[in-house]
């Protein structure tokens, strides 16, 4: 049965003065984020599939991906003023968690596949770290009702590459568990992308 191309996605990290996540600094938590969120924003460059198979390059790029949304529970540590969004986000983190698992598990069985090789060429490498930066310093100045709402267009972006990666995948998938993968994260980020789009049509109420 045929997938219908779902809506997209995206992320983003916040840094709080003295405050670390894990060990690690939130500003490059938020870094991640916000490179997930220029994944989404930015197609793949022409000539990748010149020199390898495109799922190579695709489950590359949705492995990166999902390795930064997993970590944007870590936001929470910031006072958001809908508790739903905190449930949202959570949720995204999970899925996204379970998925980065799970790919690493099917690449692991496949040598061919290579996760850490996204194709990317440099230039395109560091227009996205500009517009991070860019991004990043505009983030850590929101708050209240503005930083919700930025946080939750960010999601929606990263959601949406993350689907129509995980689609396009599946389209052209041989392998039955690879498969089974790919249409499953598309059904959940799909799903997760609703609750997203849900919040953003109610405002916060005082």
Known sequence: MRLEEPMHL???DFEKPGRAA?????S???ASVLTATLLGCAGAPSGIQQ????????YALLYEILGQERQVSRLLFIKLERAELETVIDAIAETCSQAYERLGVLANANPRLDLTDTGLPIEEVRTRESIAATRRTQLLAASGRELELELLLSQNEALTYIGHLADTLSRHEEDPERLAFARKLWKDVTRLQEDVLALLRRPVTT
Request: glycine share 10%; hydrophobic share 35%; charged share 20%.
């Open 51 to 58: 020199t390898h198979a495109p799922s190579e390059h695709g």
């Open 28 to 30: 490059r938590v938020l």
């Open 22 to 26: 894990a060990g690690r600094p939130l």
């Open 10 to 12: 995206d992320v983003f």
